[in-house]
C-alpha cells in the first residue's frame, strides 16, 4: 500500500473514533473490480458483514457484481489486512466508498437498498441510481431537491478518493431511522435532475471517447476537467443537439471558446 493510501485509511480511522464508532462501513462497486473481492471475504476467519444491495430489486440478477456493503471492525486484524489488500489493489479508488453510520448494519443496508432505485418521467422509467459510483456521489448529491435529503440519513460522512487519488469527503444528514417515513418514498427523479446526471454520464464517455487530458484544456486536474466538460454536455442540451456528431462538434467548439487552453484538433478514438 503506498503513503497516500496508508494515510487515507489512517484518516477514516481517526474520523470513525472521533464519531465513537468501531467499525467503518465501505461501499464497493464490484463490478470490473480488479480484486477477488467476495472470494478474500470468504476466506477471512472473521468475516465482516456484508450485503449486497442488488438482491431483492429488479437487478438481482447482478447482485454478486454490483454494489456491497461491508462493515469493517477496526479491532479485527482479519479485517485490516483483507482491507489493505483491497486498498493496494488497482483501481480501488474508482470502486470504494467509505461511510461513517452508526445505523445498525441490516437498516444501513436496507435503506441504501432502497437508494440504488430511482424512477423518471412521472413512473414511466425506472433504473438503477449507481451514487455508489465514487465519481457519481457528489452529482447524485447536488442533483437531489430539499425533501430528498433522506437520502443522506443514516450518513455522518461520505469518504472517498476522486479522479484525482485526491481525499475527498460529503457531509450527511444523520437521523435516527424512527425520524424518517416509513415506508421511504421512491426516489422521483425530475426532467431537470436527469439531465444533470446525464450530463455528467456523457461527459465521461466524452473524455473516454476523446481521450481528453487536462492539460489539453489548461487545467491541471482531472476534477474540474469533468465538472467541464459536464458544463459542455449541458449547453449542447439547451441547444436541443441530441445527434452524436452534431453534439461532439458543438462540445468541442464550446471547449475551445470556455477554455484557458483550446483544444487540439483531432480524430476520436477509443480508450479504455
Known amino acids: 500500500m503506498n503513503t497516500m493510501t496508508h494515510a487515507w485509511l489512517t484518516h477514516l480511522g481517526e474520523q470513525a473514533e472521533h464519531a465513537r464508532l468501531q467499525h467503518l462501513d465501505l461501499l464497493v462497486d ?25 438482491e431483492g430489486t429488479p437487478e438481482e440478477a447482478i447482485a454478486a457484481k454490483g454494489p456491497l456493503l461491508i462493515r469493517v471492525s477496526l479491532d479485527q486484524l482479519d479485517h485490516q489486512a483483507w482491507l489493505d489488500g483491497l486498498l493496494a489493489s488497482k483501481n480501488a479508488h474508482q470502486h470504494l466508498l467509505a461511510l461513517l453510520s452508526p445505523w445498525p448494519f441490516t437498516q444501513l443496508a436496507s435503506h441504501l437498498r432502497h437508494c440504488t432505485q430511482a424512477e423518471w418521467n412521472d413512473g414511466r422509467g425506472s433504473g438503477l441510481l449507481r451514487f455508489y459510483d465514487p465519481r457519481m456521489l457528489v452529482p447524485t448529491s447536488e442533483a437531489l431537491d430539499p425533501h430528498q435529503i433522506w437520502f443522506h440519513a443514516p450518513i455522518i460522512a461520505w469518504h472517498w478518493r476522486d479522479r484525482d487519488r485526491q481525499p475527498r469527503s460529503l457531509p450527511g444528514n444523520l437521523m435516527r431511522p424512527a425520524e424518517l417515513p416509513s415506508p421511504l418514498p421512491v426516489l422521483q427523479l425530475t426532467r431537470a435532475q436527469m439531465a444533470g446526471l446525464l450530463a455528467w454520464s456523457a461527459a465521461e464517455d466524452y473524455r473516454r471517447s476523446w481521450g481528453v487530458q487536462p492539460q489539453d484544456y489548461g487545467m491541471a486536474q482531472q476534477e474540474p476537467l469533468m ?45 479504455a
Request: proline letters at 7%; aromatic letters at 8%; charged letters at 25%.
Open 30 to 54: 464490484a463490478s470490473n473490480l480488479d480484486y477477488p473481492l467476495l472470494a478474500h471475504l470468504n476466506e477471512s476467519d472473521q468475516r465482516p458483514d456484508v450485503a449486497k444491495l442488488l
Open 227 to 271: 465538472r467541464h466538460l459536464m458544463h459542455g454536455q449541458l449547453a449542447a442540451n439547451r441547444e436541443g443537439l441530441y445527434d452524436l456528431d452534431q453534439r461532439d462538434t458543438f462540445i468541442r467548439a464550446w471547449l475551445a471558446k470556455n477554455s484557458p487552453v483550446a483544444p487540439p484538433e483531432e480524430t476520436a478514438e477509443v480508450w
